[in-house]
């Protein structure tokens, strides 16, 4: 069986959870990593006994190397990613996928013409309780979605923002709030409803003034094209607790909290819980890293599509930046 060769561009927080994923995979190995920061590099390859490069271009010239996996602040994706396809690899992103639509647009092109894959890392699409959610709407049994909400209340000190140069900043993160950690949930939202259309909100930065440029804070409202509204909410200035969706339907209210409860108009209830792991510093990423990752090797291996592409990817950062404007002008942005 072909083994493929990964690299993984960027050695912070999260490089890790794509190391382990890697290593659980019967068809890929982990070939090289790259960190501008040489002994973070050097680090890790001594610990994943694997190539330790310094710089971008020296990995993409890697004829062995057949994926990347950029896992680098937000303003690089677009750039590595690109790059990375015009070499010839095939790449997965770390969400957001790109700081701009304009950016998303390019990548795209670019995976179209090289023929080479891109994908973005929404995990959470994984989750046990997303695939129930996405079954069951296309089952056809909790009938139309009628309203839908959403909130992200997590919390975020000054001393994550301090850690590094990219964060909190408009240049290199993007954003706040809403391109890091609520894009996940933006996602989910629009891979259940359909397609958005028009977005007005606004956003402010409540607790962090003297720390960051961007928001800790947001809320929206988002049309959708069959007519569904959203209401959105996000802030980093409570405290962690789990992300909170809910779908009111016309045969049942859907609501995720942590755990999945759908509560049907006849009466019946239905639980499901997601898989987290145990321990770990991390824990709350989830698993859907692994299978993600593993599904996105499985495409390769496939030759098929792999499913959470660039179209899938830029979905998230329209409604994101449509919220920027939106809340710049004080008036509705169609998307
Ligand atoms: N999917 C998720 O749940 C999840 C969770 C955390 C982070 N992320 C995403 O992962 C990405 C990285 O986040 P992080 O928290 O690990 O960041 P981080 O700051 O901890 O790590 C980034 C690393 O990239 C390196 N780097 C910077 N420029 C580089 C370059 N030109 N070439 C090579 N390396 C370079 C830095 O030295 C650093 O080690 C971001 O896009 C973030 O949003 C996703």
């Not at 959870?17 to 290593?23: D, E, F, G, Q, R």
């Not at 950029?70 to 303003?75: A, E, Y």
């Not at 390019?106 to 989750?127: A, H, K, P, T, W």
């Not at 993160?173 to 933006?186: D, F, R, S």
Request: aromatic share 8%.
């Amino acid at each position: 069986m072909k083994k493929f060769n990964a690299a993984i561009i960027g050695c912070g927080a999260v490089h890790n959870v794509h190391v382990n994923a890697i290593s659980s995979l019967n068809n890929t190995q982990l070939c090289a990593v790259a960190d501008t920061d040489t002994a973070i590099a050097d680090d890790a390859a001594r610990r994943y006994d694997c190539r330790s490069y310094h710089s971008f271009s020296d990995v993409i010239a890697d004829p062995q190397i057949d994926t990347v996996h950029i896992c680098t602040p937000h303003h690089l994706h677009s750039s590595m990613a690109i790059e990375a396809m015009r070499a010839g690899k095939h790449v997965l992103t770390e969400k957001p996928m790109a700081i701009t639509a304009e950016e998303c647009r390019e990548m795209i092109r670019v995976s179209d013409q090289s023929g080479r894959q891109l994908g973005v890392c929404f995990q959470n699409r994984y989750n046990t309780t997303s695939i129930f959610i996405k079954e069951l709407l296309r089952s056809g049994k909790a009938g139309h979605i009628l309203a839908a909400k959403a909130s992200v209340t997590w919390l975020r000190k000054a001393d994550y923002y301090l850690q590094s140069d990219w964060r909190g900043t408009w240049e290199k993160e993007g954003g706040g709030i809403m391109i890091n950690q609520a894009i996940h949930t933006l996602d989910l939202l629009q891979w259940f409803i359909g397609n958005p259309v028009r977005i007005k909100g606004t956003i402010d930065n409540r607790m962090l003034g003297d720390v960051i440029e961007v928001e800790d804070t947001a809320e929206a409202t988002i049309i959708f094209e069959n007519g569904i509204h959203a209401f959105f909410y996000a802030t980093n200035s409570y405290h962690d607790s789990p992300v909170e969706l809910e779908l009111v339907c016309e045969n049942a209210v859907i609501k995720l909290s942590g755990a999945l409860t759908i509560q049907y108009s006849n009466g019946d209830t239905e639980n499901v819980r997601d898989v987290h792991p145990k321990t770990g510093e991390k824990a709350y990423y989830g698993v859907g890293h692994i299978s993600l990752i593993d599904d996105f090797y499985s495409s390769l291996a496939q030759g098929r599509p792999f499913p959470t592409d660039g179209r899938q990817g830029i979905e998230a950062v329209r409604l994101v930046r449509g919220l920027y404007s939106s809340s710049r002008s004080g008036k509705w942005i169609d998307l």
